[in-house]
């Protein structure tokens, strides 16, 4: 048997080519010119010729999904009400007496950053490590006699180049 010879059991049918003469004419029911007219024109049906068409029925999905993840947030009361006087006050410490959910990575691979804001008076000598805090808790602790290691929020060139990093770093894998 030679490949000349073999035929196919199921019967193809030829695809319908229009404007070449017959009952339909020149233009075989396209019109003369537009977009429509013209060969590989499919796509979607988007108007319905007068109906409210359906694309204008869907609601419209804005928005936007950041890759950095939004920083856990920890009220200045709730840390008075759970710290003593000169204990330190770092992101495992918050998570230990439940203050705290266990933050997730975001798609940047970046940990959660723990933000303490201001939600009542702190008026103990606390030393803050590992977290951001907002000016007027940072202005309460230090009015105490506290202590804080700044913890500098990254700047959005900072977190890109940590984003292109890990990009880089995956593509290689």
């Known amino acids: 048997m030679q490949f000349h010879n073999l035929t196919s059991t199921i019967k193809s049918r030829n695809k319908k080519r229009i404007g070449r003469g017959g009952k339909r004419g020149t233009y075989s029911g396209k019109g003369i010119k ?48 759970a710290f003593k006087d000169g204990e330190e006050v770092t992101p495992q410490i918050l998570i230990k007496k439940k203050l705290l959910k266990i933050p997730k990575r975001g798609t940047s691979g970046k940990l959660q950053l723990v933000k303490i804001l201001n939600d009542g008076p702190i008026d103990k000598k606390l030393r803050i490590k590992g977290c951001l805090v907002s000016k007027a808790v940072k202005k309460m602790v230090e009015k105490a006699g506290g202590k804080i290691e700044v913890l ?22």
């Open 152 to 173: 500098e929020k990254p700047t959005q060139t900072q977190k890109k180049a940590s984003l292109m990093k890990n990009q880089n770093k995956s593509n290689k894998e």
């Open 34 to 81: 537009g977009q429509k007219s013209r060969s590989g024109t499919g796509g979607t049906n988007i108007t319905e010729k007068g109906r409210s068409s359906w694309i204008k029925r869907f609601p419209k999905l804005g928005g936007f999904k950041s890759v950095y993840r939004k920083n856990l947030i920890v009220r200045s009361g709730a840390i008075s009400k």
